[in-house]
């Protein structure tokens, strides 16, 4: 399990968006992995077993956090206000203009993938990010394999549509090179 750690946060990180909740649904889906062991039938891809279990864990969450009210935490405000202050902090030999246009491009792209439906979300990480399989999706989802590749197909159209519309505003297209 220790070698698939930094892809389990960085998915987590991916699904959650917040640092801490994604530590704790690594550190969940850990536990979870260890105490139901005896589940995992050896010989299978154990890659896509623990990304189930975190996956299953997360979209329980999303049921569980939608039934309760909304809440306002004011140490997270100050926290990621901090966070966003520090990202901005150049060290002498690097290009600030340049660090500054990267960071706009990650951010609009990881805010575009953030704002997906969930159900298109969820397989476009696991697909094109984390690389698993249209089966290891469908497995880890529990959904038909068709289903998996219709939701990555809407997923990624949205995506397209988002990111050219960017694109375009920031000069890097023209309208005639955007055309099909």
């Keep these: 399990m220790h070698p698939l750690l930094d892809r389990l946060y960085g998915s987590a990180l991916r699904l959650t968006g917040d640092a801490t909740r994604a530590e704790d649904l690594v550190q969940d889906a850990c536990l979870r992995a260890w105490r139901f062991f005896d589940k995992y039938e050896p ?11 975190m996956t299953n864990l997360y979209l329980n969450q999303l049921r569980t956090e939608s039934r309760r009210p909304e809440t306002t935490d004011f140490d997270e405000i100050d926290q990621r206000y901090n966070n966003v202050v520090g990202d901005y902090v150049v ?3 690097q290009n ?15 805010k575009t993938i953030d704002a997906l439906p969930e159900m298109y979300r969820v397989p476009v990480v696991l697909c094109d990010i984390e690389g698993f399989t249209y089966r290891e999706i469908a497995d880890m989802l529990e959904v038909p394999i068709g289903t998996v590749m219709s939701r990555l197909f ?7 549509l988002e990111l050219m519309g960017y694109a375009r ?3 890097y297209v023209t309208q005639e090179a955007a055309k099909p």
């Design 43 to 53: 010989g299978t891809n154990f890659k896509a077993w623990i990304f189930k279990v």
């Design 91 to 93: 060290a002498r030999d």
């Design 96 to 110: 600030p203009e340049r660090l500054a246009l990267e960071r706009i491009e990650s951010d609009f792209v990881r």
């Design 154 to 160: 809407r997923g990624r159209k949205k995506l397209q």
């Design 169 to 171: 505003s920031q000069g």
